[in-house]
C-alpha cells in the first residue's frame, strides 16, 4: 500500500484576500499531498496594504484541544509548515507543536510572516519579532523575505539585494538556529529569485526567474507553500528552489491583466495546471 504524503500547516484563515490557508491548502493539495489544517485566527481580510476595519478572531484556545486529539490518534505528518501567527502566545504555541509532532523522519518550516517592503505587517512589535526568531531556531526550513530577515538579524533592510549579500545574510540566518535558511527576493541583474543555504552540506543555491516590477500579495504564502509540498515530495533543495521561483513567476504573470482588480492577490488559481507539471517533471 502506497500512503500519500501528509502535511499539516498552521496559519490564519484570511475570509478574503488570498493568502495563508486559502492559497496553502489548494497549492499543497494541488501538487498530490494530503493537506491537514490547523486556523490560528479567522480574519475576515489580510491585514495588509489596502484593508482596513478587518475582524480579527483568535483561534489559541482551540490549537492545544486539536493538537491533543491529533495525539491521542497518533497521527503523523511528513511536514509541519507555520504561516503568519497571530500574537505571542500563539508562537509559543506553536513551538510546543513542534515538540509534540517532530519526529526524526519529518521537516518543520517556519515562514516568518512578520512583515514587507521594510516594514512589520499591522499589529506586530519586536517582542513578537523576537519570539519569531525563537522559533526559527527549532526549524529545518526558513522562508524570510528580505524585510523579515532585516527584523530577525535586526540588520537594514536590503531592497536590492545581490547574490554576495544574501549569501552573508544566510550565513547570519543559519545562525539563528535552523539548518536551512531560504531567502527570497534576491536580485541578479534584470532577474528576481531565492537564496537557500544548506548549513550541513555547507552549500548555497540560487534560483531564477524574469525580473516583473509588481508587488502582489499573498507571493510568499504561494512560494512557502510551493516549496513545503516539493520538499514533502523529495525534490531536493535545488529543485524545490526552481520550482517555487518558477511558479511565482506564473502567478505574477498570469495576474498583470487583473492587475487592478486584483491589487490583494496572486491569480494562483489560472496556473496550478503549470505547478502540476513541474511537479511531475522530474518524477
Ligand atoms: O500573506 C501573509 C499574511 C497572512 N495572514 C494575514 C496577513 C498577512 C499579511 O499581511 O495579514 C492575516
Same mark, same amino acid.
Given at each position: 500500500?502506497?500512503?500519500?504524503?501528509?502535511?499539516v500547516t498552521i496559519q490564519d484563515i484570511s475570509c478574503?484576500g /488570498?493568502c495563508s490557508l486559502t492559497v496553502a491548502l489548494?497549492?499543497?493539495?494541488?501538487?498530490?499531498?494530503?493537506t491537514a489544517v490547523i486556523p490560528t485566527a479567522v480574519l475576515s481580510?489580510h491585514t495588509?496594504?489596502?484593508?482596513?476595519?478587518y475582524t480579527f478572531h483568535d483561534l489559541s484556545d482551540d490549537i492545544s484541544g486539536i493538537s491533543? $486529539?491529533w495525539?491521542?490518534?497518533?497521527?503523523?505528518?511528513?511536514?509541519i509548515y507555520t504561516g503568519y501567527l497571530g500574537s505571542i502566545s500563539q508562537v509559543q504555541i506553536m513551538s510546543d507543536f513542534f515538540?509534540?509532532f517532530? +519526529?526524526?523522519?519529518?521537516?518543520?518550516v517556519v515562514d516568518p510572516v512578520l512583515?514587507?517592503?521594510? /516594514?512589520?505587517y499591522?499589529g506586530f %512589535?519586536?517582542?513578537f519579532?523576537?519570539e519569531m526568531?525563537?522559533l526559527?531556531? /527549532?526549524?529545518?526550513?526558513?522562508?524570510?523575505?528580505?524585510?523579515?530577515?532585516?527584523? =530577525? =538579524?535586526? %540588520?537594514?533592510?536590503?531592497?536590492?539585494?545581490?547574490?554576495?549579500?544574501?549569501?552573508?545574510?544566510?550565513?547570519?540566518?543559519?545562525?539563528?538556529?535552523? /539548518?536551512?535558511?531560504?531567502?527570497?527576493?534576491?536580485?541578479?541583474?534584470?532577474?528576481?529569485?531565492?537564496?537557500?543555504?544548506?548549513?550541513?552540506?555547507?552549500?548555497?543555491?540560487?534560483?531564477?526567474?524574469? $525580473?516583473? &516590477?509588481?508587488?502582489? $500579495?499573498?507571493?510568499?504564502d504561494?512560494?512557502a507553500s510551493?516549496? %513545503?509540498?516539493?520538499?514533502?515530495?523529495?525534490?531536493?533543495?535545488?529543485?524545490?528552489?526552481?520550482?517555487?521561483?518558477?511558479?511565482?513567476? &506564473?502567478?505574477?504573470?498570469? +495576474?498583470?491583466?487583473?492587475?487592478?482588480?486584483?491589487?490583494?492577490?496572486?491569480?494562483?488559481? =489560472?496556473?496550478?495546471?503549470?505547478?502540476?507539471?513541474? %511537479?511531475?517533471? &522530474?518524477?
Amino acid at each position: 500500500m502506497i500512503y500519500m504524503k501528509r502535511v499539516v500547516t498552521i496559519q490564519d484563515i484570511s475570509c478574503f484576500g /488570498k493568502c495563508s490557508l486559502t492559497v496553502a491548502l489548494p497549492i499543497i493539495s494541488a501538487m498530490g499531498i494530503e493537506t491537514a489544517v490547523i486556523p490560528t485566527a479567522v480574519l475576515s481580510t489580510h491585514t495588509g496594504k489596502g484593508f482596513t476595519g478587518y475582524t480579527f478572531h483568535d483561534l489559541s484556545d482551540d490549537i492545544s484541544g486539536i493538537s491533543n $486529539h491529533w495525539k491521542s490518534m497518533d497521527l503523523k505528518f511528513n511536514a509541519i509548515y507555520t504561516g503568519y501567527l497571530g500574537s505571542i502566545s500563539q508562537v509559543q504555541i506553536m513551538s510546543d507543536f513542534f515538540d509534540d509532532f517532530g +519526529t526524526d523522519d519529518n521537516f518543520i518550516v517556519v515562514d516568518p510572516v512578520l512583515g514587507d517592503s521594510g /516594514k512589520l505587517y499591522a499589529g506586530f %512589535t519586536d517582542e513578537f519579532v523576537s519570539e519569531m526568531r525563537r522559533l526559527c531556531a /527549532k526549524a529545518d526550513y526558513i522562508l524570510p523575505n528580505m524585510t523579515e530577515a532585516s527584523f =530577525l =538579524l535586526s %540588520t537594514p533592510y536590503i531592497e536590492d539585494c545581490d547574490e554576495l549579500q544574501a549569501k552573508e545574510i544566510l550565513l547570519k540566518l543559519a545562525g539563528l538556529g535552523c /539548518k536551512t535558511p531560504v531567502l527570497t527576493g534576491v536580485r541578479k541583474g534584470g532577474l528576481h529569485g531565492a537564496g537557500a543555504y544548506d548549513s550541513v552540506k555547507n552549500e548555497f543555491y540560487f534560483a531564477y526567474s524574469k $525580473h516583473i &516590477d509588481r508587488n502582489l $500579495h499573498g507571493t510568499g504564502d504561494i512560494f512557502a507553500s510551493v516549496f %513545503t509540498g516539493a520538499v514533502t515530495l523529495g525534490k531536493n533543495l535545488r529543485r524545490a528552489l526552481e520550482i517555487s521561483v518558477k511558479y511565482i513567476y &506564473d502567478c505574477i504573470e498570469v +495576474t498583470m491583466p487583473y492587475f487592478e482588480e486584483m491589487w490583494y492577490g496572486n491569480c494562483f488559481e =489560472l496556473c496550478l495546471d503549470r505547478l502540476i507539471s513541474y %511537479t511531475k517533471e &522530474d518524477e
